[in-house]
Structures are given as C-alpha cells and as structure tokens.
C-alpha cells in the first residue's frame, strides 16, 4: 500500500521564548547589565529549545535560521553587506555594535562599553522601521544606493543549520528571498529601483546556497512573500532571472519557494514556471487557489499546502481539513506534497497550554504556535490512514461550542448597528468653519507643542501594577500612586512649556488592551506575546464576540489630569481601526463589522470626554495603512469601512471640539484621499527618520488640516539636539503653512525612560522657540 502520510513543515518558529527570554537578554545587554556572551547564550538556548519542540511534535521539515536577534529583514541586509557608510563597517564580521546601531541608532561616548557598543563615541541614526507586509511585525528598511556593491559578510544560515545538525537535528535553513529582500529596500541618494541592483546581489545568493550545501544542506527555503504583491513584468521578470540563476548555480541543492500572506493571483503562472524543486502556498489567505495550482504545478514539484493559519489563533477545523486534502494526496501522492501552516508563526503567541488562568470554554476554541504544530502533525497522520477520532471530535466540538454560545452574539449590538444612519459619520461644519472656532477656544501659540500621549512606563510603575494584578496592592493604594505619577507628569510638562498636555497614561498596559479590557466581547491572554519588533512585544486582545462598551474608560483620568493644570490636556483613545488590526479577530463575522462594532463604543467615550470638558481628543489611528490588503484592487472596500468606522467614532463632538489622530510608519501617498476623508482637525505622523520627506504627498494634495510631523524618533534611545530638531521643522516648512505646523515626537513614550525623554522634549520645546522667535 503506498504511503499517504504527507510531510508536515514548518515555516518558521516564535524566536521570542515563551518567557520572552529573548527581550530581557537583549535589554540586559543593551543596559550593560550583561554582556554580549550572556545574550548569545540565550539566543542558542532558544534554538535549540525551538529546533526539540518541534521535533517532539512530529516536525518533519524544522527550519533554522528563523531566528533573529532583531530582524530577519535586518539579518538579510548584514548578510550581503548592505550596511550604510554611516555605520564605520569597513568589512568583514558585522560587529553586534554596528548590527544594533542599525536597529536602534547609537548614541555613545568614548567611555562606552558593554553590548552594542566600541567603547568609542558616535552618534548614528537608527535605519528606517515599516510593517512587515500587512501584518503586524516591524522590519528594518534595507538602505541602498545606486551603486551598491555586495559581499557575503555573515554565515549565519550556515552556522544555525550546523548548529542544529550538531544536535541530530536535520533542518531546513530559511533565507529571504534577493527579490523579495530589493522589493522591500529603500533607494537611498538616487531615484532608482533597487530590483535593477539583482545581477549585483546574485552571486552573494549563490555563494551562500554553495555553502549551505557543502555543509549537507539538501533543502532551502526561500521566502518571496512578493509574490502576492502587485508586480511589474519587470520583477516577473526578475524572479524569473534570480531563481534561473540560482537553481543552476547548485543544481543538487533544493530550493521550497515560499510565497504567504495572499493570493498570487496574476503572479501564479511566473511563481509556478520558476525552476524551483517546491513552492509553498498560502491557503488560508487564498484558499479558492489549491485547484488551479493542482493543475499547473509541474508534476516534480513538491507542493506545500499552507492550511494552518499562521496569523490567527483560532482553532482548525481539523474534520473538513481533512476531507479537503485527502483528494490531493490521492492525486498526487504523498511524497509531492507538505501540509504547513500558512507562514511563519512568528506571529502567533507559541503555546495556549500556558494560559492557565484564561476561561476554559474559550481556551478550548484557541490554538498557538504549539498547537498549530500540533494540528498538522494530526492531519498528517489522519491522512496517512491512522485513527485520529479523539482530535477530530474534540476540534469539531469546540467549532459547534464557538458557533451558538451567547457569549458571541448580541442582539442589542446588532440592533445598534443595523440603526447607524450616514450623518452619524459626519461632522457637523466642514474643517475651515471648524479650525476658527478651536483657535478662538484654544488660544494657543504658533507651533503648538505636545507629545503623542504616553510617557515612560518605568520599573516603578510596571511593579505597581504587578503588584495591583497579584492583590498585593489594593485598589485605593494603587490609584493613588497613578495620581502621583499623573501629577508628576502634569508638573512636568508645565515646567518645560508643553502648550498641549497629556496624563501620561500610567493605568494603561497598552494602547489596545486598556480599552479591550474594559470593552465587551474581548479575552486577554497572560503569556500571548507576539514580536512587534526587537525586544518590543504585546499581547494582542482576543476579539471572541460582539463588541459594546458597558461604562466609560477614561473620563476619570483625564478630569483629574485637567483639574491639575490650566491648560488644555488631551483625551487619549485608541481607534477602532487600529483596535482591529491590533487584536486577533474573530473570523465568523466579516472584519468590517466588528470595526464598526469597536466605532461605536469609542463614539461613546468621546462624546462623554467632550461632556466632562475636554477640548482635545485624540482618537489614534496608528495601524489605519496596515490594515490595507497587499492587493490595490482591494484597497478601496477596506478604506471605505475604515474610514466611516473611524468617523462614526468621531463625528459626535460639537464643532469647537477638536480632534487628533496619530498614525505609525506610514506611507501615506497612495491613500491620501483616504487620510483627507478621516475629516481630523489634527493628525500627528512619524517623519523623524525620513527626514520629513512623507509630508511631500500632503502638499501635493493640498492636505488642508492641520499637522504634527515628528520631530523626534522615540524607537531610538538617542537624544536628539535642539538644532537637529530645528532643521527638521525647517523641512517641513518647506512643504506646509506655518499654521498648519504641530511640534511632536513620532510616538508615545512609553517604551523609552525619563533620562531620554526629559532633555529630549526640553529640546523640542527650545525647537518651537526658535521657530517662534
């Protein structure tokens, strides 16, 4: 009887730690409380641990080098030299000093020593930071120039693979693809397209691929996730060009082309006549294209079958998986193909058994990264003839549990929604009628100064809330220690000459979980971390059901706040959009609807801060871009629901109240009708690092609102100077109206300590004199 046990990979594995041991290995060593020998030994620790697991659940194809000290964008760049001059590399080994001053910025004297630092003064900027195609992980932007030259300048994915095999464990070593990899770098002192710099990044590609398999490598993986993007025929073309190159230049080696995060749609026949020995699919995102893959594929040609979502953490249905994929099998035999989730799962949170204190009924509709391997080891066997009743019955269980609890569904929200009429989604003048009658209310000075909303979460604050969550602190205790730290702050920003202020946000954990926590229809893990970028992690909110909001959130902060100073101090909130993109969503309901759902309980809290006084609100849309489908032709539905959601949520103030947004690492040029149409009086957007060169699309536009270009990159702990700032605001007088002009960091502050942020915005402050003056 021939074999019908398919393979199961993986395409990648959290490098976190379930502890998040790699966070404070690296922030350890940052501080130079311990040194570059601690942080690699963890860093082996993880792999090692990782490479097991997976192997102890049934793995067949482990990956290695899918784990990253920072960034697997910035691994890439470090591996074929792509290192600015800035950053003192002359070749050879990439020091950890010059791989974290690319991530982070540096800003040292010659008494430095420690982790990531020569012992030598510099003063570099850290390299650009966007989102990771459309989800919600950060990569360093590769910088290159027109007349980049390449060289192998890290063996890190030979090392991991022999590092590996030295355990007995074979793995199959991940690199990012050369396409991919140019598609995602940035022109830098030309306007050129950094694809036409592939005959240059080739022979880098082929060294590397010559090395992997000299040291036993019989399979690579190389991730394109380009392919689901809109390509020219001029990178059709380059695909075509790279893989003829490299699948020639090692032909025993083996290379899985791995395409994820949607369709290929018009790219499928470029991706399926590339002489590769695999391809990866991702069929969670587009499942209706399994039949014409079947079809074309070329019969040599191992398939690998993305079925498990990569993405999302909710439970498989195991039952239809299985009648799904047993006709593939039979067609093609078991030896073509490989079941895998549908990418990396470097973003799920890795195991759903650690959350013990989570409600056991919605635990059970839940699946990580553990799991997810879990459930494919499951398949495998099911298809492979085994008996497998207990996982099916016990995932089809949790599906018919999920799909009639009353805890999903509410009618009352439902029938809110369903009332929604389209002048609940307008303001009431249009923004030249609006604008007079704020700066009348408001009085402020040109170049109004503020900050983004929060400030440092210290060790004192995070130990107090600890403290609070544990019950060791009672609840009157607690609140009036986050009355000191708001007043401290209130004091603060008066003393340096802030024109508007903010509390600070000290009771909030997060900008998404703080509201989820206090929304109906939300779950909160303990340990469901997930990577936002370097050592910066959050705990996406699980949105299980309908969502309302049962009593204010913020009101009682923002009263004491304004009781304490005279002038004005913003009411802060997150989004709906940004909520959305930021939480795991459930998938029984289309995502527009639960946006809109989210819309309706922040309109909520907006028109109550506007009845407690506020003048400012701030509805912060930081994640409104990313949300945007990889696709332009399916721009537009998603912009539509987003957009009115964010105006439902806002359109309920009277004229004279004047709203804010802020959005994170966006480009904003091919959805400036979009961001014109979110009808703010102010939006605040990071420009630091791109040297205000993202606000040329707004006066192309004519953007007529007014605007907060960042002036001071927070994701960097250098302290920028006040002539630095200065010569920023000097650009981006360049491109507006004075009056238009706001005077900001890029983001909040939370993430950064007192002893950046204090001279930092005394700086900024000094910046807006200056203009002034």
């Known amino acids: 009887m021939p074999n019908t046990k398919p393979a199961v990979a993986s395409l990648g594995f959290p490098r976190i730690g379930a502890r998040r041991e790699l966070k404070f290995a690296l922030e350890s060593c940052w501080s130079g409380k311990s040194g570059a020998a601690e942080l690699l030994d963890t860093a082996e620790h993880l792999r090692r641990k990782n490479w097991r697991l997976q192997q102890e659940k049934g793995i067949d194809v482990i990956p290695s080098n899918d784990f990253s000290l920072y960034d697997h964008v910035l691994d890439t760049a470090v591996m074929v030299g792509a290192i600015p001059q800035e950053y003192g590399w002359t ?289 495998a066997r099911g298809l492979g003839g085994e008996a497998i009743d207990e996982a099916l019955a016990a995932a089809g269980n949790a599906l018919a549990a999920r799909s009639r609890s009353p805890r999903v569904h509410n009618d009352a929200v439902a029938a809110r929604l369903a009332a929604v009429s389209e002048n609940d989604r307008k303001r009431k003048s249009r923004f030249s009628d609006r604008i007079a009658l704020q700066r009348m209310k408001l009085g402020l000075p040109l170049f109004p100064t503020t900050t983004i909303g929060s400030f440092p979460q210290t060790s004192e604050v995070r130990k107090s809330r600890a403290a609070f969550n544990r019950g060791d602190l009672d609840r009157a205790a607690y609140d009036g220690f986050l009355q000191t730290e708001t007043e401290k702050a209130i004091r603060f920003q008066e003393d340096i000459g802030l024109d508007v202020l903010v509390h600070g946000e000290f009771e909030r954990n997060d900008m998404v979980q703080y509201f989820g926590e206090k929304l109906s229809g939300f779950a909160f893990t303990k340990h469901g971390w997930v990577q936002s970028y370097g050592s910066r992690y959050v ?12 009593a204010p959130m913020t009101v009682d902060w923002w009263r004491f706040a304004q009781s304490k100073t005279e002038k004005p101090v913003k009411g802060m909130l997150t989004g709906p959009v940004t909520i959305l993109n930021w939480s795991f969503v459930r998938d029984d309901i289309p995502r527009s609807q639960t ?103 707004f006066t192309a536009f004519d953007y007529p609102s007014e605007i907060g270009p960042g002036v001071y990159d927070i994701h960097s702990p250098r302290i920028p100077a006040t002539g630095e700032m200065t010569e920023l605001l000097s650009l981006a007088r360049k491109r507006l109206d004075d009056r238009q002009i706001w005077i900001n960091p890029d983001c909040g502050l939370k993430t950064r300590g007192w002893a950046e942020v204090k001279p930092a915005l005394v700086n900024m402050v000094e910046a807006a004199k200056a203009l002034r003056g």
Not at 268 to 275: E, K, R, S, Y
């Open 595 to 697: 946006c809109a759902q989210i819309a309706l309980a922040i309109r909520d809290e907006v028109v109550d801060l506007e009845t407690a006084g506020a003048a400012i609100i701030q509805i912060d849309e930081a994640a409104l871009r990313e949300g945007l489908p990889l696709r332009k032709s399916e721009w537009k539905t998603y912009l539509d629901w987003a957009i009115d959601a964010f105006r439902l949520s806002s359109s309920g103030v009277a004229d004279e109240t004047q709203i804010h947004t802020h959005m994170c690492y966006s480009e904003f040029n091919d959805i400036i009708d979009a961001i014109a149409a979110m009808d703010t009086d102010v939006i605040s957007i990071e420009t630091s690092r791109s040297k205000m060169e993202l606000l040329d699309v």
């Open 91 to 379: 070749g050879g080994d990439v020091s950890l000093e010059t791989y974290f001053a690319m991530a982070r910025g540096a800003q040292t004297s010659a008494d430095d020593a420690g982790c990531g630092h020569a012992g030598h003064g510099r003063d570099v900027r850290a390299l650009e930071m966007t989102k990771w195609f459309d989800t919600n992980y950060h990569y360093l932007v590769p910088e290159l120039t027109e007349y980049q030259t390449f060289a192998l300048s890290s063996t890190k994915p030979v090392d991991h693979y022999l590092e590996a095999r030295a355990l007995g464990i074979e793995t199959r070593p991940v690199i990012l693809g050369p396409v991919t990899f140019l598609k995602l770098a940035k022109a830098r002192g030309s306007d050129f397209e950094p694809v036409t710099l592939l005959p240059r990044l080739l022979p880098v590609y082929t060294e590397l691929l010559i090395r992997l398999h000299e040291a036993g490598a019989e399979w690579v993986q190389i991730d394109e996730p380009a392919l689901v993007l809109d390509l020219t025929d001029d990178e059709r073309a380059a695909f075509e060009n790279a893989y003829d190159v490299l699948t020639k230049a090692v032909p025993a080696l083996k290379l899985m082309l791995a395409s994820y995060f949607g369709d290929l749609g018009d790219n499928a026949q470029t991706a399926l006549n590339l002489p590769v020995a695999g391809l990866h699919f991702d069929l969670k995102r587009a499942p209706d294209a399994l039949d014409g893959i079947l079809a074309k594929a070329a019969p040599e040609q191992v398939l690998s079958l993305g079925v498990i979502d990569g993405r999302n953490i909710w439970r498989a249905d195991l039952p239809a998986l299985l009648e799904r994929l047993r006709p593939v099998i039979e067609a093609r035999g078991a030896d073509k193909v490989q079941i895998a989730p549908s990418c990396s799962l470097l973003h799920v949170p890795i195991d759903v058994a650690l959350e013990t204190e989570l409600d056991p009924e919605l635990k059970s509709w839940l699946s990580f990264a553990v799991q997810k391997l879990e459930e494919l080891s499951a398949l």
């Open 539 to 550: 705990r996406p909110p699980v949105i299980f059901g309908d969502v309302s909001r049962p």
